[in-house]
């Protein structure tokens, strides 16, 4: 781990990477070395999950063995897959939360909109910065909070925190990550809106405001 740690830092500091042809005084090109590099299938990701999480980890989850523990990918489906496979990993019972979604259009063509984007549809969604319609948690997961919900309280945006109860109206957890680590919180159901450009509405998802987050992407983390 020294070695990739060092080999990271020289990659900040420009001293590793051949000049880009377009814009070599910006940009590089790296070659990472085959050590550094897991299988590209199932096997290599179980080996990646086992080193990062360990067995006492994730059967006995604490803020302390939480706080410094993520695995980064760059693209949301991916950190997705990530965090799906550590989930059934879990021994606690798997509790599901399904989200109500609506839309509002741009204009005055809402029963258009109604007709050519029915509720089946909108479930299928996903949007970043948005939770998914059917959140599946387990007591001892790590979550990520996706809005500011007490600024003052420590839950903001990016506030990372542990399942600790599943309730049907909130979500009980404690904080991991800040000044307030281990404070007790609850986490109710919100009403969130994306407005995305490729999109001819603005969209509405009601659901907790959370996403696991055993594996992250960079911007997240």
Request: net charge neutral; charged share 20%; glycine share 8%.
């Amino acid at each position: 781990m020294s070695s990739f740690a060092q080999w990271l830092l020289d990659i900040g500091n420009g001293q590793i990477g051949t000049p880009g042809d377009s814009d070599p005084e910006n940009t590089s090109w790296i070659d990472i070395p085959d050590e550094y590099c897991i299988p590209n299938d199932d096997q290599g990701i179980t080996q990646l999950i086992k080193f990062i999480y360990d067995d006492d980890t994730l059967q006995h989850p604490s803020a302390v063995k939480l706080q410094d523990k993520a695995i980064i990918y760059p693209k949301n489906d991916m950190a997705d897959t990530i965090n799906a496979k550590i989930l059934s990993l879990l021994s606690t019972t798997t509790r599901v939360y399904i989200s109500h979604g609506d839309v509002v259009p741009h204009g005055h063509d809402g029963g258009e909109v109604e007709l050519l984007y029915p509720k089946e549809y909108l479930n299928t969604l996903t949007f970043a910065g948005l939770p998914p319609h059917r959140l599946e948690l387990k007591i001892g997961t790590p979550v990520m909070l996706l809005r500011n919900i007490n600024i003052a309280g420590g839950l903001c945006n990016g506030t990372r925190l542990i399942v600790t109860q599943l309730l049907p109206k909130v979500i009980e957890a404690r904080i991991i990550t800040g000044t307030r680590v281990s404070q007790k919180v609850f986490l109710p159901r919100i009403p969130l809106t994306t407005r995305d450009p490729r999109t001819p509405f603005v969209f509405k998802r009601k659901q907790f405001p959370v996403k696991i987050c055993y594996g992250m992407t960079i911007n997240k983390a």
